[in-house]
């Protein structure tokens, strides 16, 4: 009786330690629900496709490791890394020192600046002293929220957004002044003819504020995995598939600041 | 834009199939939480109304609470906040910390504010059943469960049933308040669309004609349940 007892438990023991081992392979990686092209885009049919759901499909093959994906809100990423909900976010964090202190990063595999959007006829210099008394709009937990809020929160009103294309339609009904934003979304946005009456005021200056690029995030202490998405995404520099990708979504290199 | 733009939209991009799940999750969490929501309800208003003090005490700082705060702060509160309770709570017991699953954190939170306002109504129900009727039945030395299951709950059903259609529309709008969290209802699914799309108008009036078609059929399905429990009830006119 105690033997099959010990039998069992063994039995038991190592199928846990199987089953650990096969969890480890599985990886979720977090994404905005909020689309935000040519980044990240969802179909009619649910799937996902941009920049970053290739960018994920393509470091899972060189990992060799079964992802999936994980919907859930731009503010909730970060929280849900950290109650282990997801394993991954590489969904345009950028690296800042204020989430360097609640997770980790790996290196970045991009790099993008950010641009002020104003009406094509209003006269706007985008310094603090030019946006006085101006409305500036923003999307809410980004870099560029903690730019404008530093720099302009004394002069100007912001008001915050979760959503990109919110802060597009309340500029084109003049209910905001100016927008800043990812020069790599709003760019070609500015194409799009209900954009006609926007125009580019200019790339905001560098600052610590924006970040070092962006990274994809993961646990704080998790060094493994960071370091084999690390390996996966230099790997994916070295052979070109990197810039594979890059050409379908955009027309310059975004793998360094020029 | 043209009917075949929109036929394009909804058909092969497969939009209307998004909306649609959307819809299906909408429903979901509404039923779900209207189903926990009678349940509370029931349990606070048998409490509110032959409960011991403290318990009562208890049922009434609850229904006051959840129907002072606002849904959306209440949603936040309980999802983000309840969510680091539970882990914390696993944590000091040395367990894993667990995924929270928005569906059933939707169907949580808006059951316990629909316990509050349904908690009213059921109370307000059974003191609207004549007195005599249950008093007829103890007198009959009936017990206390097939008094509540035979006598109580069929003759405050007839009181209760327009509150609690009333409710459950307020709830299927109020499912929408969920998308601040991410869950993927009816709002987001429509919200995704018309991002993707860049067509606002054409998508936000589509889920605004999901949410009426919801409204037009349980409307529809609760005259029906009306006309049934109302059938004992004597009729003026």
Redesign the interface.
Known sequence: MKRTLLITLQACLLAGIASTSFAADKLVFGIA???Y?PFS??????EWSGFEPEMITAVCERMKADCSLN???WD?LI?ALK???VDVVLNSLSITPERQQVIDFTQPYFFTRALWIGDRSMELEPTPAGLKGKIIGVQGSTTHAAFVKKYYGETSTIRYYN?Q?DIL?DLRSGRVDIMLADQLVVEPLLD?P?NSMLASKGVAPLDPLFGDGVGAGVRKGNDALRERLNVALQSLRADGSYEKIRERYFKSDISALE | MTLSDISRLFFSDGWLQALAQGMVKTLGISLGAFVLGLAIGLVVAMVKLKGPRWMVVCANCYTTLYRAVPELLLILLLYYAGADLINLTLAAFGQPSVEINGFMAAVVVLGIVQGAYSGEIIRGSIESIPHGQIEAARAYGISRSLLVRRVILPCMLPFAIAGLSNLWLVLVKESALISVVGYSELLTAGRQAAASTKHYLLFYLAVAAFYYLITLVSSSVFRRVEVRFERWMPRHA
């Open positions: 629900l909020e689309p092209p885009f969802k179909s009619g049919k649910g919907e859930m809100s909730g929280p109650s282990q909900q959503d294309d339609a799009n209900d």
